[in-house]
Each structure stands twice: as C-alpha cells, then as structure tokens.
C-alpha cells in the first residue's frame, strides 16, 4: 500500500466512527457488564453521540451516585417516550418505538395499533435483533410479530 492509500483507508476508518450515533452507543452500553459513565464517555469519543443528548434522551441517568440505563422497565425512560408518542409520532427513533413496544408487551397490551401505524422497516427490525443478542433476550424479536400480547403466549 501507498501512504495514500494507508492515509485514505484511516479517514475511512474514522469516518465510519464518526457515524456512530446515541443508538449504537447505547447498545454498546447495554453489552458492558456494570456499566458506567467512564464507559459512556469512553464509547462516545470520536462519534457522533454525545453524553448530554443522551442524558436528554433519557438513555441514562445518575441516581444516588448509580448509572442507570434507560431500558423499557426504566420509569423515566418510558415518561420520556410516552410523552413523545402522545405528541409527535414522526419524532420518534426506532430505540423509542423498539422500548414503547417492549413496554406494552410486557404490560400485556396489544401492540398492534402500533406496528401498523409504524410501519415496521428493516431500521426497527435490525435494532431489534441488536436489542436481543445486547440483552440476551428475544422478547424485542417477539414484538413484531402480528398481535402480541401476553396473552396470546
């Protein structure tokens, strides 16, 4: 290899990086045992995600001193995308709608109002098979199947 080609295969390489966002930050989160805000900072250098908009995002939080992820049993987190699907559905991200269905499944609540009026992509199904191998649990599989609730299992 050339140096320019070394040189041209490094800013591909920090680019790539660069295109991390809060959602692959967060699931890089959810892999790491006992995770912390050392971890948070350390995943976010060189990306796109930031720990502030993460903390806006309700992706995390401190309490007492603890970090706490914002999973789909957090009360904060589902305040936050409560609040965002009673107003703007167009506001939500896939981690919003993936969190928002996991919730409404484990409440034993159709979800299928929701998957229809979502329309389903490859975005929210990616994200969800990402939740599943991040937790060990494929429950976030599950919930786009056609109705699900409780229930029906």
């Given amino acids: 290899m050339s140096a320019k080609e070394v040189v041209d ?14 959602i692959d930050v967060f699931l890089d989160l959810l892999e790491t045992p006992n995770a912390s805000y050392d ?3 350390k995943l976010t250098r060189g990306t796109n995600a930031s720990p502030e ?15 706490v992820l914002g999973t789909w049993d957090d009360e904060k987190r589902m305040a936050y995308i409560q609040e965002r699907v ?3 559905d167009e506001a939500l ?6 969190q928002f269905l996991r919730y409404r499944y484990e409440q ?10 979502w329309d389903v992509d490859d975005e929210l199904r ?3 098979e990402g939740l599943a191998d991040a937790t060990g649990d494929d429950t976030y599989q599950r919930i786009l199947g056609a109705d699900t609730t409780l229930g029906d299992y």
């Fill in 9 to 22: 295969e490094i800013y591909g390489v920090i680019q790539q990086g660069s295109d991390i966002g809060e």
């Fill in 39 to 41: 971890d948070l900072n």
């Fill in 53 to 67: 908009q993460m903390r806006d995002m309700k992706l995390y939080r401190r309490d007492n001193g603890n970090f």
């Fill in 86 to 88: 009673n107003g703007d």
């Fill in 93 to 98: 991200n896939a981690l919003d709608k993936a």
């Fill in 108 to 117: 034993g609540k159709s979800t299928q109002n929701y998957l229809s009026k």
């Fill in 126 to 128: 990616e994200l969800c």
